[in-house]
Nanobody, 127 residues
């Protein structure tokens, strides 16, 4: 059985940093692009970042470019999201997921193509 667990969320002040982790068990995701998606109450789901299965290519939505960094450690089956300079508009539940197509050559920021969703980790930013 596959388990994906996000962790690292919390309450921080604007300008602070957090690192989210996404650990998978039950199967390897070294063959899958991975992504982070966030959703705030009353708002649409937003695809935040993605990383290729090889770790050589990344994608960021415009609102987080220059502040967030996605990385992965395939040996640990873990994906990270380093979030710097957090803003009041960043608070959300953050979820990670795996592209359902192995070895997809191009990163796609479409949540409907991803699966194995975890339960999410909450990020709260106080101003």
């Amino acid at each position: 059985q596959v388990h994906v667990v996000e962790s690292g969320g919390g309450l921080v002040q604007a300008g602070d940093s957090l690192t989210l982790s996404c650990a998978a068990s039950g199967r390897t995701f070294s063959t899958n692009n991975m992504g982070w998606v966030r959703q705030a109450p009353g708002k649409e789901r937003e695809f935040v970042a993605a990383i290729s299965w090889s770790g050589t290519e990344t994608y960021y939505t415009d609102s987080v470019k220059g502040r967030f960094t996605i990385t992965r450690d395939n040996a640990k089956n873990t994906v990270y999201l380093q979030m710097n300079s957090l803003k009041p508009e960043d608070p959300s539940a953050y979820f990670c997921a795996a592209d359902l197509t192995k070895f997809r050559s191009k990163l796609v920021a479409r949540a409907n193509l991803y699966g194995y969703w975890g339960q999410g980790t909450q990020v709260t930013v106080s101003s």
